[in-house]
């Protein structure tokens, strides 16, 4: 059974109801209880103008990788996002997946660990309460290591929990 890190972001139609759907349907395809980082507001990167709802949800699955990406891309799309989405635009729903275990994934639907999650803090800080000692498996570097080194932006643990 895997260990898989699933980020969730959402800046349109009400982003925490949208973030407590993705989280119930995680728990749902889950084989043990999720484990779950508080809720944090980020500015949004590229050209969106509302900030995001972010946090990191932990399941474990028995699912392959690419299985698992075609449920978290239909659940998305039963959410509300379009198939075809312009990068980095305001979205009501947007579930990665971080990391799969210690796997490695290059395809060319699929990069495990996710390509950009490193310079994200949205995504690092609420790893780093579900999983204070992860370590990623490229660079070797633990969690405390890559928020050192990720590039700032404006992020706030929110008030409201889930």
Same mark, same amino acid.
């Given at each position: 059974?895997?260990?898989?890190?699933?980020?969730?972001?959402?800046?349109?139609?009400?982003?925490?109801?949208?973030?407590?759907?993705?989280?119930?349907?995680?728990?749902?395809?889950?084989?043990?209880?999720?484990?779950?980082?508080?809720?944090?507001?980020?500015?949004?990167?590229?050209?969106?103008?509302?900030?995001?709802?972010?946090?990191? !949800? !932990?399941?474990?699955?028995?699912?392959?990788?690419?299985?698992?990406?075609?449920?978290?891309?239909?659940?998305?799309?039963?959410?509300?996002?379009?198939?075809?989405?312009?990068?980095?635009?305001?979205?009501?729903?947007?579930?990665?997946?971080?990391?799969?275990?210690?796997?490695?994934?290059?395809?060319?639907?699929?990069?495990?660990?996710?390509?950009?999650?490193?310079?994200?803090?949205?995504?690092?800080?609420?790893?780093?309460? !579900?999983?204070?000692?992860? !370590?990623?498996?490229?660079?070797?570097?633990?969690?405390?290591?890559?928020?050192?080194?990720?590039?700032?932006?404006?992020?706030?643990?929110?008030?409201?929990?889930?």
């Amino acid at each position: 059974m895997a260990q898989v890190v699933i980020a969730l972001g959402s800046n349109l139609d009400d982003p925490f109801r949208q973030l407590s759907i993705a989280k119930e349907f995680l728990e749902e395809i889950s084989f043990a209880p999720v484990l779950s980082s508080s809720l944090y507001e980020s500015e949004p990167i590229g050209p969106s103008d509302f900030d995001f709802l972010n946090a990191v !949800v !932990v399941i474990k699955t028995k699912a392959a990788p690419d299985k698992l990406f075609e449920m978290i891309k239909t659940q998305e799309r039963n959410q509300g996002r379009p198939s075809r989405y312009p990068k980095w635009t305001a979205r009501p729903i947007d579930m990665d997946i971080i990391a799969y275990d210690d796997q490695l994934i290059n395809t060319d639907e699929l990069t495990i660990p996710h390509a950009e999650y490193s310079r994200r803090l949205f995504v690092l800080l609420p790893m780093q309460e !579900v999983l204070p000692n992860w !370590v990623d498996p490229i660079t070797n570097k633990s969690i405390k290591k890559l928020i050192e080194t990720a590039p700032s932006m404006s992020i706030t643990k929110s008030t409201s929990t889930w």
